[in-house]
């Protein structure tokens, strides 16, 4: 869906599809899952696959719209937090996170 587009475009899609499969399983197997793709669609658009596989490394660990990370669940009870929290602080969150690490990675491989 992204070939063709903009540098900046494919890493957004990659960092959000990283955050999105760490949301669903854990970080480690999205990792696993996410680094050979992407290392594929750097050949195919000719890009750098380590700024792509270092993108995804630390999109995995993204952890801030659900409390599926275990540091989140054990702050869940004595915090009296709700999921509902998690998703309302931690969309604001994720999203800066994809903007600071899509702005840094182009500065050190692209």
């Known amino acids: 869906m992204v070939a063709?587009?903009?540098?900046?475009?494919?890493?957004?899609?990659?960092?959000?599809?990283?955050?999105?499969?760490?949301?669903?399983?854990?970080?480690?197997?999205?990792?696993?899952?996410?680094?050979?793709?992407?290392?594929?669609?750097?050949?195919?658009?000719?890009?750098?696959?380590?700024g792509l596989a270092l993108l995804v490394g630390i999109c995995t660990s993204?952890?801030?719209?659900?409390?599926?990370?275990?540091?989140?669940?054990?702050?869940?009870?004595?915090g009296n937090n709700r999921t509902r929290d998690y998703v309302v602080a931690g969309s604001v969150m994720t999203v800066v996170f994809i903007v600071i690490a899509v702005g840094i990675v182009p500065l050190l491989y692209f």
């Open 4 to 50: 063709g587009s903009p540098t900046l475009l494919i890493l957004v899609a990659v960092a959000v599809l990283a955050t999105v499969f760490s949301l669903v399983m854990s970080n480690i197997a999205a990792t696993v899952l996410l680094v050979p793709l992407v290392l594929v669609m750097a050949g195919a658009f000719g890009l750098d696959p380590r």
């Open 62 to 78: 993204n952890s801030f719209l659900l409390p599926t990370h275990p540091v989140n669940a054990l702050l869940m009870g004595p």
